[in-house]
């Protein structure tokens, strides 16, 4: 995938950060309610831009980690404070626990039931005993619309980028659903660009999230926190029971 690859330096024109503020606090929020006890370590598995991090950091101490190097630079870039670490939510191990454990839109790019389960398991091996996973997937099988969006901003060093999301209707029975990128690239002294970028993008059935998270060991949970995103993203919070041997 482009975006997360070499067009990554563009990605906080694509999304950028201050578009976050409020899902972050959402985030905080839940993680503050559901966890038991105290809440200060939070691994993002998928944290790509940093985006997210870039609020949640004044309320967790954050580990980022992600499969693309060039998006780890990047998230550096806007937070150097935090520890970032190259690796695949389906396998990262860090052999050590945190208070809480996020994956935020990157879970869309798994696309069976098996790296579902994978990256479960990879939240539930690192969170401690009563902490909390918090999932926010795009979309289940349930919520999910195909349609176009489009957006993108202007940078301070004169460059700015537009962008055209299609999202496609998944074939009848398909858990995959396939969404077209058509990004356009302005810099100062160089022609315009358009780059297409094919994402493929997983659906599950809520059924399917719920039962998953269950045979990583964790429960699941209602935060009974107002969501300002409601409707935007799916949510699904689990908890690693105090005394299990999950890790
Ligand atoms: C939309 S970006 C995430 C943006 C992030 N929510 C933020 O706040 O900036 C999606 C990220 O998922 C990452 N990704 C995709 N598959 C992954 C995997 N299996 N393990 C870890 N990261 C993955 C991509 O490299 C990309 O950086």
Redesign the pocket.
Known sequence: ?RI?SDLAPWFHLL?HPSD?EEEADFIARVVEAVAEGPASTLLE?????????SYLKRRFRCTL????PE?LTL?RSLNPECEHVL????TLRLGRTFDAVLV???VM??TTEDDLRAAFKTAAVHLRPGGVAVFLPDATLESFAPGTDHGGHDGEDGRSLRYLEWTHAPAAGATTAEVDYIVVLREPGQPTRVVEDPHTFGLFSESTWRRLIGDAGLVSVDPAIVDPNEGEHAVFVALRPPRDSTA
Do not use: C, E, V, W
């Open positions: 995938m997360y999304t976050y598995l998928g944290s790509g831009g940093g985006n997210n991090a980690t992600d499969l693309s998006m998230s690796g695949d939510m389906r935020h839109d990157a790019y798994l």
